[in-house]
Nanobody
């Protein structure tokens, strides 16, 4: 059973920054991709950013230039650096790790952008 543990959420003012971290219970190279999704109240879960096993990042259009996804292979950790945060970035952020046959999720971490 894959375990994904997120951390780093919290309250930040508009224009501020946060860094989310997701620690996987196994090697992140065992996944075809790892990434972050988010879900705001009353909205569907949406992709924020993902990174493939080969290291290629994918971003949702609204996050390009503001968010950066990376991984620490030695620590089996996926990081999401979020800059220039906006109130509309407020959501629960979920870590995701995919294999060919499984879709694994963390418990989520709340990010609130408000003055």
């Amino acid at each position: 059973q894959v375990q994904l543990v997120e951390s780093g959420g919290g309250l930040v003012q508009p224009g501020g920054s946060l860094r989310l971290s997701c620690a996987a219970s196994g090697s992140i190279f065992s996944f075809t991709s790892v990434g972050w999704y988010r879900q705001a109240p009353g909205k569907q879960r949406e992709l924020v950013a993902a990174i493939t096993r080969g290291g290629s990042p994918v971003y949702a259009d609204s996050m390009k230039g503001r968010f950066t996804i990376s991984r620490d292979n030695a620590k089996n950790t996926v990081l999401l650096q979020m800059n220039s945060l906006k109130p509309e970035d407020t959501a629960v952020y979920y870590c995701n790790a995919r294999t060919r046959s499984t879709d694994n999720w963390g418990q989520g971490t709340q990010v609130t952008v408000s003055s």
